[in-house]
């Protein structure tokens, strides 16, 4: 349980032998641990406010 939230966890083992531990949540990690780090969320926030700026597409920008 993080934040609040009950996550899935998932191990993977790289292909160097090290091993990797997810928490993730509605396909969000918010835990990951590793025998060289770990990381942790802080808080989670479900309703971000974006500025409209944020997705204008640039002056000049060519889709193809």
């Known amino acids: 349980?993080?934040?609040?939230?009950?996550?899935?966890?998932?191990?993977?083992?790289?292909?160097?032998?090290?091993?990797i531990k997810y928490s993730v949540w509605n396909g969000i990690v918010l835990?990951?641990?590793?025998?060289?780090?770990k990381l942790?969320?802080?808080r989670i926030n479900l309703e971000?406010?974006?500025e409209e700026y944020l997705f204008e597409i640039p002056e000049g920008y060519v889709f193809k």
């Open 48 to 50: 971000p406010i974006f």
């Open 40 to 42: 942790n969320a802080l």
């Open 1 to 19: 349980n993080i934040l609040g939230k009950e996550c899935d966890i998932y191990t993977v083992q790289t292909a160097d032998k090290k091993t």
């Open 31 to 37: 835990k990951k641990e590793s025998d060289q780090s």
